[in-house]
């Protein structure tokens, strides 16, 4: 008996010695351990031997049982390590292709100018706020004055949704939104950038969709000196510590008095160029102290209360700094013009 268990111990080894795959492996341990193999035959007749060799052939059953199970759990592991070794070695991948060259995107043009402007801004004290590029025609027009009448609506046409819808031709009505939603009535410095449309023809100067920044302070004892001061900080800001600005008397109905600035030209030095069109001067914004019907119409008592307010096109600043000749270039999206702004970050 004891020799007959040596003899399975044996030949199993062997057996499982030689195979190759999972497949065989389980048939191996099915033909020597399995419920119909030699060993539990063995096992089972057992009881009928006599004490002693009841004994030996339990200790060397046992010893057996060990052995194949140890070398059933071996050869399964060397196994499977093999077949990942296999599988690693045919996934090679080959690293020595060159990749395909990733382009690394830049700021658009406008986003370096409003940040710039964003920056200058909230380093004064002002809040940052946003307003809705679907507007009423009540916030739009009207509140700031201009009422439905009003001749001054025709430069800023735009797209109306409804009649009492449309995008907002200018970024104005977020002084109206703002002054009625500042529920105690108190100072504020704000200004607002954003997208806006007119219903222009579209050429080399002229977008039925641009942006600008609007800016508004409100408070007691606010003067045009004060926003003469403000706006002197922005265009040195922009176009360069020696710059002189200068007010030239305009018209918008939400202002009084109202203003155009001009900058005196960065290119050169206000002697006359084609930039500035031989005048030194280039137009930058338009501005003025708040009309004091605009405040009431918003809550704010006039009599107590001054402020002034601008609005200035960010492409029209982008394309003095840089150079850009044509505004459809800000919107055509060719990565052989915005690959020129923004190179620090490249
Ligand atoms: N909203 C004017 C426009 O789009 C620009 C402007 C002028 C804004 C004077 C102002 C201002 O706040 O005071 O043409």
Do not use: W
């Given at each position: 008996m004891v020799e007959k268990l040596e003899k399975?111990?044996?030949?199993?080894?062997?057996?499982?010695?030689?195979?190759?795959?999972?497949v065989d492996l389980n048939n191996i341990k099915s033909k020597y351990m399995g419920k119909k193999s030699e060993f539990t035959e063995i096992m089972a007749g057992m009881a009928k031997l006599l004490q002693e060799e009841k004994k030996n052939v339990g200790i060397k059953s046992n010893?057996?049982?060990?052995?194949?199970?140890?070398?059933?759990?071996?050869?399964?592991?060397?196994?499977?390590?093999?077949?990942?070794?296999?599988k690693l070695e045919q996934d090679k991948i080959d690293i020595s292709l060159p990749s395909k060259k990733v382009r690394m995107g830049t700021r658009h043009p406008l986003t370096i100018v409003r940040e710039e402007i964003e920056d200058l801004f909230i380093s004064m004290g002002y809040d940052v706020v946003d307003g809705p590029e679907i507007e009423t025609d009540n916030y739009a027009f009207e509140m700031l004055n201009l009422p439905k009448s009003h001749p001054a609506r025709d430069a800023q046409d735009s797209f109306y949704i409804t009649e009492e819808?449309?995008?907002?031709?200018?970024?104005?009505?977020?002084?109206?939104?703002?002054?009625?939603?500042?529920e105690e009535k108190k100072p504020f410095k704000l200004i607002c950038p954003g997208k806006t449309y007119r219903r222009d023809d579209d050429d080399a100067t002229?977008?039925?969709?641009?942006?600008?920044?609007?800016?508004?302070?409100?408070g007691e004892n606010i003067s045009l000196s004060d926003l003469k001061g403000t706006l002197e900080v922005f265009a040195r800001k922009m176009f360069g510590r020696s710059r002189e600005i200068r007010f030239r008397s305009s018209f918008f109905p939400f202002?009084?008095?109202?203003?155009?600035v001009d900058v005196s030209c960065f290119n050169c030095d206000?002697?006359?160029?084609?930039?500035?069109?031989?005048t030194g001067w280039i137009e930058i914004l338009g501005c003025g102290m708040v009309h004091p019907n605009v405040l009431e119409n918003c809550g704010f008592d006039h009599t107590k209360y001054q402020g002034f307010a601008f609005g200035v096109g960010i492409e029209r600043v982008a394309s003095l700094k840089y150079g850009v000749n044509n505004i459809r270039d800000y919107f055509t999206n060719d990565y052989r013009f915005l690959s020129n702004f923004d190179r620090k970050e490249m």
């Open positions: 399975i111990k044996s030949e199993a080894l062997k057996a499982i010695n030689d195979c190759l795959n999972e010893e057996v049982r060990t052995a194949i199970s140890e070398a059933l759990d071996e050869r399964l592991k060397s196994i499977k390590a093999e077949s990942l070794n296999k819808m449309l995008l907002r031709p200018h970024t104005s009505p977020v002084q109206i939104r703002s002054m009625l939603a500042n002229h977008s039925h969709q641009f942006s600008q920044i609007e800016g508004l302070v409100v202002t009084e008095p109202s203003y155009e206000s002697k006359g160029c084609n930039i500035c069109k031989g």
